[in-house]
């Protein structure tokens, strides 16, 4: 059975409108092809389930190496594993003036996990720290887990390029599910799996369109942006998510993609026809909203919030 080099799906030369398509015996499936050459991206035909099921494969004595973007520190599923080094990606894109002890101790409170890692792959951040603290657990299987585009298979191509002297380029891209199917790549030490990403069911990427998928996607470091607010007020996000507060005076800072339009509106109601969700924060808490990013308040504050009835929105204590 042939797969896919760059993103681990059965190849056929059946169906052109099924995964794993190739015209001729290319090693690369024309959906892979396509995104890496044309930047042009197509939905799949697998989901969520697949993905779980994968998962569930995983042996008991393989390490997990469980990625989480510095964005939303998303970490559904880690429970599910034993042997972890819980890895905080994409280091890069929160504000240099963040201190990583300050990153490390918020999430050994907030979430008792011990063995973390926060690295960026792009920029070559402490790869060696997380490469040896792999090695240092001698497992024979190392498994790369994580929600879709938390940087799973760009770390693997970093990983390879920087120890070894294999020559394989995973498929990756700033779109959801790139990886399709477990991909094996066996090393000196041991083998690294990469894994299709956890697709989270509440988020903005199942429901908007490619434009705005590049859009919401953070590709560098995020400028925060601070908004002093008092009494009553409404903002929006391009067009798909509105928040109205209430709130005797506050500092407002959303950490989200700098290329997302944020207006304030008065007396207006756009989107108010859309789903709404109410919040009540305390002092110093934050709002993560499911891979958009977060907004940090300073004081207490009533918040509603327009959007899609699927967007997850949670609160948390202040990160930064
Ligand atoms: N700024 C920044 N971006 C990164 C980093 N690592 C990965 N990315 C970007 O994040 C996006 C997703 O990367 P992938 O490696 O495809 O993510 P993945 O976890 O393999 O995604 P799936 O295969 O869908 O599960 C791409 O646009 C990468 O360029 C990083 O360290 N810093
Ligand atoms: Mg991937």
Redesign the pocket.
């Known amino acids: 059975m042939n797969k896919c080099l760059g993103?681990g799906i059965v190849l056929q030369n059946e169906d052109i409108t099924k995964d794993g398509y190739v015209s001729s015996d290319k090693k690369l499936c024309q959906r892979c092809f396509r995104l890496k050459h044309y930047n042009e991206y197509h939905k799949t035909n697998k989901n969520n389930q697949d993905y779980l099921k994968i998962l569930d494969t995983i042996p008991k004595n393989a390490l997990v190496v469980y990625?989480s973007?510095a964005i939303d520190l998303n970490m559904d599923y880690i429970t599910k594993f034993k042997n972890v080094i819980l890895c905080i990606?994409?280091?890069?894109?929160l504000p240099k003036s963040i201190k990583d002890s300050k990153i490390r101790n918020y999430i050994k409170e907030n979430y008792n996990i011990e063995n973390i890692e926060i690295?960026?792959?792009?920029?070559n951040?402490n790869l060696d720290s997380l490469y040896n603290n792999i090695k240092s657990k001698n497992k024979s299987l190392v498994y790369?887990v994580?929600?879709?585009?938390?940087?799973?298979?760009?770390?693997?191509?970093k990983i390879i390029k920087n120890y070894t002297d294999k020559e394989i380029e995973?498929?990756?891209?700033?779109?959801?599910?790139?990886?399709?199917d477990k991909i094996e790549i066996p090393l000196k030490d041991f083998v690294i799996v990469?894994?299709?990403?956890?697709v989270n069911n509440g988020s903005l990427i199942n429901l908007i369109d490619n434009n705005l998928l590049k859009k919401i996607?953070?590709?560098?470091e995020i400028k925060p942006r601070v908004y002093q607010i008092k009494n009553r007020g409404s903002l929006i996000i391009e067009n798909f998510l509105r928040i109205d507060y209430e709130t005797k005076e506050n500092s407002m800072i959303m950490y989200i993609s700098n290329s997302l339009n944020i207006t304030r509106i008065i007396k207006n109601d756009r989107l108010k026809n859309m789903p709404k969700k109410h919040f009540e924060l305390n002092k110093n808490q934050d709002l993560v909203i499911a891979n958009l990013g977060f907004i940090k308040f300073v004081n207490e504050v009533k918040i509603d919030i327009y959007t899609y009835e699927i967007v997850k929105i949670e609160t948390r204590n202040n990160f930064i």
């Open positions: 993103c990625l973007s990606t994409k280091r890069d894109l690295i960026s792959s792009i920029k951040y790369f994580g929600n879709t585009n938390s940087g799973k298979s760009t770390l693997i191509n995973l498929t990756t891209s700033l779109y959801p599910e790139t990886t399709l990469d894994t299709p990403g956890i996607n953070v590709k560098k």
